[in-house]
Each structure stands twice: as C-alpha cells, then as structure tokens.
C-alpha cells in the first residue's frame, strides 16, 4: 500500500509543475523495468517515446529532462547560427529559457505581439526578413500553445492551418512550444494530432498539468528525432534508467489528459471570483485553460499582497511585478479552488 504522499492543506496555486505524481504513478515508477537508455536498452522510455509519437502522429519522439531543453534542442536543429527565430513578444523561450535561443543556438529572437498571445500569419509573415544579402535571415517560426505569460490562452486551428502553409510557401520550418499542449487540445476539443500536425517539431511536457514528477517529449520525423538524440547528449542530457520516470510518463499521457477540463472549470471559478472584486484588473477573455493572471488596481508590485494570501495557506505567484497569476491543476480541487477564491477576496479587498 503507497501511503497518500500528496496529502497537504496548503493551496499550492504558483503552478502546474508543483503537481505531484499521483499514487499509480509512484506505484507503476517503483515497478517499472529499466534499462541503460543511452544504449536505447530501457523498455519504458522506448513505450513512451512510441506512444507519444503515436499520439502525435509522428514516426519519432524523443524523452527529454525538461521542456527548457526540448525546445532548445528543436532551436537548435532547425536554425543555423546568425538567423533570427520568431516568437511570440512573451514566449517562454524568450523570457524564461536562459537566452539560449542565441547562447546555444546564435540566433536572435525577432518578437511579435500576439493579441492575447496568439499570433497570426499576417503578423508573422511581416516579421520575417526579406531575402537579401545584407539582413539576418529568419530561420525558425517558434509559437506556443496554450500561451502561459498571456494567461494559458489557446491558438486555434483555422489560425495555424493559415500559419502552417505561409511557413511551407516561405520555406521555414516551424516548432510548437506545447508545454500545456494537452490544456489547448481539451479547451479546443480538438486531438493534439490535429492541433499540431503541420509543425515540423512539437515538445510538450508530462511534468505540468499531467502530474509526471520529470520529464517532456519532443516529436518530429524519425530522421530529425535521431539528430535530436545527438543534441540531447551534447547537453548533457543522455539518462540511464530513465524507466522510472517513464513509466509515470506513461501513467500522464495515457490518463491525465481526460481530467484537465476540472482545471479549467476551476481557473473559470477563480477568474470570476476576482473579477467581482473593485480593485481587480483582469480580462476574463484570457481565462480560457488552467491559468488566471490579473493586476491590481494601484499595485505596482504584488509581492505583499501575496505574503499575505500565503500567511493564510494559499499560496500564488506574480507573471509580472505588477501580475498575480494562479494556476490550476490536479492537487487542488473544487473545493480547494472555493478556498482559494476567498482568502484570495479577503486579501484585495483589505487593500481598499
Ligand atoms: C510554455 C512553457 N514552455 C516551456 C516550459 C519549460 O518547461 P521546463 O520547466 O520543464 O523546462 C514551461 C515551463 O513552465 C512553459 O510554461
């Protein structure tokens, strides 16, 4: 019997990635058969890597430690050095990834806002460099779906159909940034195969929303996979007995993507709670998956305002100085999300 180990009163809302492995996670990690992956010898990642090529429906993916490295292993093989990547004015690959897109890669990032995050063909196409001779030429068009800095917002397919075939008419390759890739797929009601079938590479996490302890994939042709397997290593990234973390893998792919709407439900509940309050800035239009992000009216930095919501066990963190931001997710319920919603109320409104 695995006691309860995720057992905790305190309303832990900073993020997905606090999710910790539910109990058939554990069990099946204690259980799991292993082998030296760096020889291709460990039957579990080999299960996970198939199936989630299968759901992607790609010939190849690859098990990577983290998001962070999943991505910058696509950077890094679809560019070359002194090219510009696009991306999204807020990606997490520009503000959140170390600035490998030029410290591994030598690229530099070309930002475009996106409203609410999303970014369409008609922006994208105006920021990619004319071929000419004496200006860096765009190597990669990087997106992010949902978008985690814009407030878990959701890219549609009809935008990425449009998006997919400029990028094939203008020769370049795209990658989906799909840490919360999953969170999309169930607010769009559309299967991550579909929602991301037209970009050449797709990483998305097990370690967010879907509970796994560690652990991203990245997806691709099985030719572009096996490149990837080299970049894995050049960053130190080969694992031994990585079964035992693939086998919780397995347990997020396979379950806990059906349970992500809660989630949302429960970011709707929050979202709407403070969008009662006077002193609450949020455009609820954003609250789309798990992600709820708003300002305080007056408050240049929210950081006291925080200190006290945790003093009373709930615990949130800041998208911006001025920015709370809550996530959902599978260790908090309704219930507990209720909770929330009023400390969180009490809290503001003592701002006056
Ligand atoms: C949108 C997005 N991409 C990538 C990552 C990176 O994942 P990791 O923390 O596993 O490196 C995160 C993590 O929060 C994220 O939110």
Redesign the pocket.
Known sequence: MVPDLNADTTIDLR?D?VTKPTIAMRAAMAEAEVGDDVYGEDPAVNRLEAFAAEIFGREGAIFVP????G?QIAIRLHTQHGQEVICESRA??LD??MAMVSAFSGCMPRTVAGERGVLTWERIQAAIAPKTYYRAQTGLIAL?NS??MAGGTVTPLDVYEEIWSGARDAGLPTHL?G??VFNASVALGIPVAELTSGFSSV?F?L??GLCAPVG?MLVGSRRWIERARSVRKMLGGGMRQAGVLAAAGLIALEEMPKRLHEDHANAKLLAERMAELKQVEIDLATVQTNIVIFKLRGVADVTPVLAKMKERGVIAGAAATDQVRFVTHNDVDRAACERAAAVAAEVITAIG
């Open positions: 993020s990635t983290t998001g962070t490295m991505n997490h690959i959140w990834e992010e978008h985690n940034d840490a919360r990483m996490c370690s967010k991203s």
